[in-house]
C-alpha cells in the first residue's frame, strides 16, 4: 500500500514513512504529499490510504485536478489486480477543487472524449470527500466532482458535493460516468451538485 499525506515536508520513497508520527523516520511503506504523486508511483493492485484533511492539487492540466490514468488500469476483481483509494482507516480525506479544477473535474481520467483506450477499469473508491469541481457561471466548464468511463468500479461512503457544470445544458456534475458496466455504486451521499437554473441539476 502507499499513504498520502497532504503535511509531508517531503515525499517519503524509500519505503520510511511511519503511519504512528506521520513523518519519514519509520519502515511503513512509501507516503507522497500529493494523491497524483501516489498514483503515478502505484503499480496495478496497490492500496492508496489517503491520511485525514483536505488535498487541493489544482494543477496546468486543461483537462482534470488529479488524473488517474488508464495505464493503471486493473484488470479482475482478483486480490492484487484492482486498484483501491480510500481514507486511512478511521480517518476522513477531502479532495477540494477549489472551484477552480480545470473543466471543473476533480478526480478522474484527462479528457472526456470516448476511445478505444480512454477508460478506466478495475477501480474502488471509498470513504472520501470530493467537493470543488467547477464554478457556478463560468460558461463551458465541464464539470464532475468524479469523472469515471466505463468501469467495472465499486464506489461507496462517497461524500460529493458542491461540484458545477454550465456545459450542454448544465449536465450532472457529481459523480459523471458513462457505460459504468458492471459497477456497484452504493452509500453514497450527494448534496448541491449541478448547474445553473434551468439546466439538468440530476447530481
Known amino acids: 500500500h502507499l499513504m498520502c499525506y497532504n503535511t509531508l515536508s517531503a515525499n517519503c520513497t524509500t519505503g520510511n514513512y511511519s503511519i504512528a508520527n506521520r513523518l519519514c523516520n519509520g519502515s511503513d511503506g512509501n507516503a507522497y504529499i500529493k494523491i497524483k504523486s501516489a498514483i503515478d508511483a502505484m503499480s496495478v493492485g496497490d492500496v492508496i490510504y489517503m491520511r485525514g484533511g483536505t488535498y487541493r492539487e489544482t494543477n496546468s492540466s486543461t483537462e482534470v485536478d ?8 486493473g484488470d479482475s476483481w482478483a486480490s492484487g489486480h484492482f486498484n483501491t483509494l480510500t481514507s486511512y482507516p478511521g480517518e476522513w480525506a477531502i479532495i477540494d477543487g477549489e472551484g477552480i479544477a480545470p473543466k471543473g473535474v476533480v478526480l478522474g481520467l484527462k479528457g472526456m472524449t470516448y476511445c478505444p483506450t480512454c477508460v478506466l477499469r478495475y477501480w474502488k473508491f471509498e470513504k472520501f470527500e470530493i467537493t470543488g469541481g467547477g464554478t457556478i457561471g463560468n460558461d463551458n466548464q465541464a464539470g464532475a466532482g468524479l469523472w469515471l468511463p466505463e468501469g467495472p468500479f465499486i464506489i461507496r461512503y462517497l461524500y460529493i458535493h458542491d461540484n458545477w457544470d454550465d456545459s450542454q ?3 450532472p456534475a457529481g459523480l459523471l460516468m458513462y457505460r459504468p458496466q458492471n459497477s456497484i455504486i452504493e452509500y453514497m451521499y450527494f448534496y448541491d451538485n449541478g448547474c445553473y437554473a434551468g439546466g439538468n441539476c440530476g447530481q
Do not use: D, S
Open 169 to 171: 445544458l448544465g449536465n
Open 66 to 73: 488529479i488524473e488517474i490514468p488508464y495505464t493503471k488500469n
